[in-house]
């Protein structure tokens, strides 16, 4: 049977939220509405904005309140201001449409030499029929821009390196192997209602307090960004797990 994708990125965070301990690494995400789109301004004054079933960064707002006339948002590289909440949100309605969109927390990123990086950890069903974490690896923000999709100008990089200019060696390889078992975690609670899943890829976000944030799973994930790196090991593996159960690569 073919490998299970799931596009909604609403119905992949109710199947998370209903396990108690990944819950906490949710940010707060709701449907679009402006109801809530003012109360999660005044609550963490910065807030992403993003299509339900986009990929590539495409489609993605990040919305600011820096002061009581002062909001702004932005998408790819071109910001607006706006001196009130009203003015900014119709613009903001009339961008989105009638296309389905969530709001999601902002969560302020780690950086690296003063760019953006976000995670991405790759999780398989390996050939012993168990899931496995295979891969980590961050992404770096191109400087004028919201998102750190590779896609979208994001330059992938390892991730001892970036973290390596936070934490030790030791503490590096022990934040890895929490983001490993929080992937696997997630993986299991997936397949709970999807049971034709073979792969996920899913987006950490970091904050300045190295609390892991789940921003989305992909169900379709990229194994090519991991042949970025300079140490191709994960890669190898990571492609011989795809050629294990089917997946068409092109
Ligand atoms: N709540 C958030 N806080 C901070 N940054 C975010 C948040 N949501 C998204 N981002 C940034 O925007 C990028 C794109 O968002 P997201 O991954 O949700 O959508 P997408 O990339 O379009 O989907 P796909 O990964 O399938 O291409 C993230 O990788 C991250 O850099
Ligand atoms: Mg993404």
């Given at each position: 049977m073919a490998i299970q994708r799931v596009k909604s990125k609403w119905a992949k965070t109710k199947v998370l939220l209903r396990a108690e301990p990944l819950r906490e690494r949710i940010p707060l995400t709701k449907r679009w509405n402006i109801t809530d789109l003012a109360h999660m301004l005044d609550t963490y004054a910065m807030v992403y904005v993003k299509p339900d079933?986009?990929?590539?960064?495409?489609g993605v707002v990040r919305v600011e309140?820096?002061?009581?006339d002062l909001y702004t948002y932005q998408s790819g590289t071109l910001l607006q201001s706006f001196t009130s909440f009203e003015q900014m949100a119709a613009s903001l309605r009339k961008r989105i449409g009638n296309r389905a969109y969530l709001i999601q927390q902002g969560i302020p990123l780690l950086t690296y030499e003063g760019l953006r990086f976000d995670i991405r950890v790759m999780v398989q069903m390996n050939p012993k029929n168990e899931w496995e974490t295979t891969g980590i690896i961050g992404r770096v923000g191109h400087p004028k821009k919201i998102v750190t999709n590779y896609h979208s100008g994001g330059v992938p990089k390892s991730f001892n390196k970036l973290m390596g200019a936070y934490l030790t060696e030791s503490q590096t390889r022990s934040y890895g192997a929490w983001l490993a078992e929080l992937g696997t975690d997630v993986a299991k609670q997936l397949q709970t209602e999807?049971?034709?899943?073979?792969e996920i890829g899913i987006d950490i976000a970091i904050d300045q307090s190295f609390q892991p944030w789940i921003l989305e799973v992909n169900t379709?994930?990229?194994?090519?960004?991991?042949?970025?790196?300079?140490?191709?090991k994960m890669f190898r593996r990571i492609y011989r797990y795809c050629l294990a159960y089917n997946r068409r690569l092109s």
């Open positions: 079933q986009g990929t590539f960064g495409l309140k820096r002061s009581s999807y049971p034709r899943l073979k379709l994930p990229d194994p090519f960004i991991f042949r970025k790196l300079e140490d191709k």
